[in-house]
């Protein structure tokens, strides 16, 4: 059956409607609303009330691709230089080292639980590696949770960071499937060169937007925020074009716009907040009406298992690893393990192996879904109960 333009955006537009109701909702009953989101969209699919059938993989990924290149880029523009100073070392950390190592113990109990082979395991592990900035800080502005400005900061900072590394982590181990001869150290090279590339590109073109942003002079505000979105689709592009990161390029071309004073820039970080509420509701529903939900029940134990092992396994040790020599005490670094969850980015990055066509593309992508879920559910329902006990603890 061939669908109407006027049919599309009647159901579009409700699909919004009830998206933005379901976001002040989710402030009254302490839901994140990313699961709402997700909710709304499985109602809405083939297993759901609504019917849509829905099973385009590609729309799904452009639909995130975007999404995820304003959220990241709003989320290095909104970032204070002054309080990320005293953690920026921490927050790389965590941004690079605990990723390797939540990949790695992921990857070792998929291996021996899920039998998949070794670059399937870390493909998985990869995949579920980043924290998702749109999760967090929907959750901190959720609960209204009192953190001080150092841990509330290093939070902010590793979940809009790690993004980009998970994703070079992915794309490296989807392209080892195509590799005859594979080596360590062409994986490495690739790695290496793909930050390079995203950092130079990123950080070049956030210096030539701010110097832009103060030097042209446009006859209205609006423009400029045209000319950023110009802006943020040539940055991804051009890098993954010539093989560099994408996503980390956006995030930094924000981050350096951000450091930069212009005087559109208040105009233009309120232009980005609402940009992000929209692109989180479409990523979400669309993911939401790709799922079919009775596949998330097939293997629910093992699925189950695989989640408890990256909430309440790999996210605390890759942290408590990272962050082994720094100021940050054993509370600071359960609340930071608590605050760790998983969001539509691993969803959309689960998207690459079947697309790819990768062996268990399938089940990895169904594996993820139901691990996000999970994650939400524990870390995002209990977040607030459990920093209410660490602070009575503290304080005792």
């Known amino acids: 059956m061939e669908y109407s333009i006027e049919h599309i955006l009647i159901v579009s537009s409700l699909l919004l409607l009830l998206s933005v109701?379901?976001?002040?909702?989710?402030?009254?009953?302490?839901?994140?609303?990313?699961?709402?989101f997700l909710a709304i969209g499985m109602l809405?699919?083939?297993?759901?009330?609504?019917?849509?059938?829905?099973?385009?993989?590609?729309?799904?990924?452009?639909?995130?691709?975007?999404?995820?290149?304003f959220i990241l880029f709003a989320g290095g523009l909104e970032t204070n230089w002054l309080s990320v100073k005293p953690i920026i070392k921490d927050g790389i950390l965590l941004s690079t080292v605990a990723v390797v190592i939540s990949t790695a113990i992921v990857g070792l109990a998929s291996y021996y639980i899920l039998h998949f082979s070794i670059r399937e395991s870390l493909l998985l592990g990869a995949i579920v590696s980043s924290t998702d900035?749109?999760?967090?800080?929907?959750?901190?502005?959720?609960?209204?949770?009192?953190?001080?400005?150092?841990?509330?900061?290093?939070?902010?900072?590793?979940?809009?960071?790690?993004?980009?590394?998970?994703v070079i982590l992915t794309m490296s181990i989807i392209q080892s499937f195509y590799i005859v001869d594979l080596n360590v150290y062409t994986l490495i090279t690739d790695f290496v060169l793909q930050i390079i590339l995203g950092v130079i590109i990123g950080y070049g073109m956030g210096k030539f937007t701010g110097w832009f942003f103060k030097t042209v002079n446009l006859d209205n505000v609006g423009l400029y925020h045209a000319l950023s979105v110009g802006i943020i689709f040539f940055v991804y592009s051009i890098t993954n074009l010539i093989g560099g990161s994408g996503f980390l390029a956006?995030?930094?071309?924000?981050?350096?716009?951000?450091?930069?004073?212009?005087?559109?820039?208040?105009?233009?970080?309120?232009?980005?907040e609402g940009v992000t509420w929209l692109m989180q509701i479409c990523m979400f529903?669309?993911?939401?009406?790709?799922?079919?939900?009775?596949?998330?029940?097939?293997?629910?134990?093992?699925?189950?298992?695989?989640?408890?092992i990256l909430v309440l396994i790999a996210r605390p040790i890759s942290v408590y690893l990272t962050l082994l020599k720094s100021?940050?005490?054993?509370?600071?670094?359960?609340?930071?393990?608590?605050?760790?969850?998983?969001?539509?980015?691993?969803?959309?990055?689960?998207?690459?192996?079947?697309?790819?066509?990768?062996p268990q593309a399938d089940l990895i992508f169904n594996l993820v879904f139901f691990i996000v879920l999970v994650s939400v559910l524990i870390q995002?329902?209990?977040?607030?109960?459990?920093?209410q006990l660490l602070n009575k603890s503290g304080r005792n």
């Open 250 to 272: 956006v995030y930094l071309c924000g981050l350096v716009l951000g450091y930069e004073k212009f005087a559109q820039k208040s105009e233009t970080i309120h232009f980005y």
């Open 380 to 387: 995002g329902v209990s977040a607030k109960k459990i920093l």
């Open 133 to 166: 900035a749109a999760a967090v800080f929907n959750i901190l502005k959720l609960y209204k949770i009192g953190l001080n400005n150092r841990l509330k900061t290093l939070i902010e900072f590793e979940s809009a960071s790690n993004d980009p590394i998970a």
């Open 327 to 358: 100021r940050f005490d054993f509370k600071d670094k359960m609340i930071i393990s608590c605050l760790g969850f998983r969001g539509a980015i691993p969803i959309i990055l689960a998207t690459f192996p079947l697309i790819a066509k990768i």
């Open 21 to 36: 109701v379901a976001s002040k909702a989710s402030q009254t009953v302490g839901i994140p609303a990313l699961l709402l």
């Open 44 to 69: 809405a699919g083939s297993e759901g009330i609504g019917g849509i059938y829905f099973n385009d993989v590609k729309v799904t990924q452009f639909v995130g691709t975007i999404a995820l290149c």
């Open 285 to 308: 529903l669309t993911i939401g009406l790709l799922v079919f939900p009775s596949k998330l029940v097939e293997v629910f134990w093992v699925d189950l298992l695989m989640a408890l």
